[in-house]
């Protein structure tokens, strides 16, 4: 094979992906040297360097390392190896600077009409002693040796194939390699990889678009559930003659989701402070002060009791603030729990004999969720729940707890609450009001609030049922 006729491949690496697909296919019509493919991929899409340089015979690094996009010149190099780098920059950046870099091949300046034709001339100038070299098992080693979970997956006849997985996928799921390579990246036939179950519409059109998309997804693996999020890269288009490619790369960001969650969590705690000392405690002052203006003038004994009512009232809300800023409400790790196992077991816990639990077996579904705090919201929406029966004369001495999920979370009504329509419009209200006094569910909103759900009731002339939405179901791979 002469170095005229094997196809050159090159990595054009931008700042962002509309700079990086401008860039590449200004390269690849430069009629001089080899035909040549180029690939566009934004430095901010896919993860650490180490899992961009694969399988390709140059990398173009088309920011200036003295600005934000350019900052990860030297992780880039690092990451090339053997592969060879050509920095194309501003002028600010110096020629004696860019060869002073370590890892850095080539260097072309940016700006002159005829730039991107010296960029041309420069890549095949720093690849010159592979240009009548054939593809070697160095692409086998370099795949293996990326620091992430990944595969590679062509389109042949009309199907997504995987061609190969890394040594690190293979490690972290758990998976026979020969269950994966060469089956249809759908299961049809062999596993199908973690996280691309019914997602052959999004892998073909990655491919097909030459943009790169990204997911998170939660899976089972050799060490514990993982939250992953998945970068899908193109990596040939179809002018090329060959089959259309692709890289997922599995980047774990379990710890990042766990502290955003966190964050979340302590942010509405603080916005709850806030509504308190607003709405409640500057209210309750106000009355106070007006009072007590008021007994200085009469001294009447009126005076002074609604300013200890209104201190007595101060304090609840002061009680108030002291739990919302507990991190008792704080949610710890998510893992996936079914709400019937949860409620049951929150149920052992409330001592009701003369009631029962009703759990419809065809409404179980799974979900996301702190477990020792779902189990502590249904044990006290069980208590409002009872106690609501109990206030009732009409239905006491055949009190019944039902617990179903809904599409978008779950419900905790009083007897035959089936029949309640959760499709009706809910009112939104930290307080389950049917006895005419209102009963407390303050602490169920705190943990729903935690873990960024809604709750709210419906209501009818018998029943109220406390609806739980926004909540995500749990998928979990194999």
């Known amino acids: 094979m002469t170095n005229t006729s094997r196809l050159q491949t090159v990595l054009y690496l931008a ?62 190099s690092e990451a090339c190896g053997e592969t060879p780098l050509v920095l194309f920059t501003d002028a600010s950046y110096a020629p004696r600077a860019a060869h002073a870099t370590d890892g850095v091949d080539g260097y072309v300046r940016k700006g002159t009409d005829d730039a991107v034709s010296h960029l041309a001339d420069e890549i095949e100038w720093v690849c010159r002693d592979a240009a009548d070299s054939e593809p070697s098992d160095a692409f086998r080693a370099a795949f293996d040796a990326l620091p992430e979970p990944a595969l590679r997956y062509e389109r042949t006849d009309g199907r997504l194939l995987v061609r190969a997985v890394s040594d690190r996928f293979v490690d972290i799921f758990e998976i026979d390699r020969a269950a994966v390579v060469d089956c249809p990246i759908n299961g049809d036939e062999g596993v199908a990889p973690p996280g ?14 030459a943009k790169s998309r990204q997911f998170d997804s939660r899976h089972d693996t050799a060490i514990g559930v993982r939250t992953f999020q998945l970068t899908i890269v193109p990596c040939a288009p179809e002018a090329t003659g060959q089959p259309l490619q692709g890289l997922v790369i599995y980047r774990d960001v379990t710890e990042n989701t766990q502290q955003a969650q966190t964050l979340a969590a302590t942010q509405s705690r603080l916005e709850r402070v806030a509504d308190v000392l607003e709405d409640d405690i500057r209210t309750s002052l106000t009355v106070a002060d007006s009072y007590l203006a008021a007994a200085e003038r009469t001294g009447t004994r009126e005076q002074f009791a609604a300013v200890k009512e209104a201190q007595t009232r101060l304090r609840a809300h002061v009680d108030d603030l002291a739990a919302i800023a507990r991190r008792d409400e704080c949610v710890g790790e998510l893992e996936p729990v079914a709400i019937h196992d949860v409620a049951r077991q929150a149920w052992a816990t409330v001592a009701a004999d003369d009631a029962e639990l009703v759990a419809p077996e065809d409404t179980d579904r799974l979900l996301e969720a702190d477990k020792r705090q779902l189990q502590a919201l249904f044990e006290h929406l069980f208590r409002v729940i009872l106690e609501c029966d109990q206030a009732d004369d009409e239905r006491a001495g055949d009190a019944a707890v039902v617990v179903r999920g809904t599409d978008d979370g779950f419900a905790v009504g009083g007897c035959d609450a089936d029949s309640v329509a959760l499709e009706s419009a809910p009112t939104s209200a930290p307080r389950l009001a049917t006895d005419g006094t209102g009963t407390d569910i303050e602490p169920v909103a705190r943990i729903v609030d935690a873990h960024g759900w809604t709750v709210s009731t419906t209501n009818d002339e018998t029943q109220t049922t406390v609806v739980v939405s926004g909540v995500e179901g749990a998928e979990i791979g194999s």
């Open 196 to 209: 691309l179950e019914g997602r052959t519409a999004v892998l073909s059109d990655v491919i097909q678009s």
């Open 15 to 76: 700042g962002s992906e509309a700079a990086a697909r401008e860039g590449a296919a200004a390269l690849e019509a430069v009629p001089s040297g080899r035909e040549r493919t180029v690939y566009p991929l934004s430095t901010a899409s896919a993860g650490a360097p180490s899992t961009w340089v694969v399988d390709v015979d140059c990398v173009v690094f088309a920011e200036t390392p003295t600005t934000v996009s350019g900052a990860s010149l030297l992780e880039v």
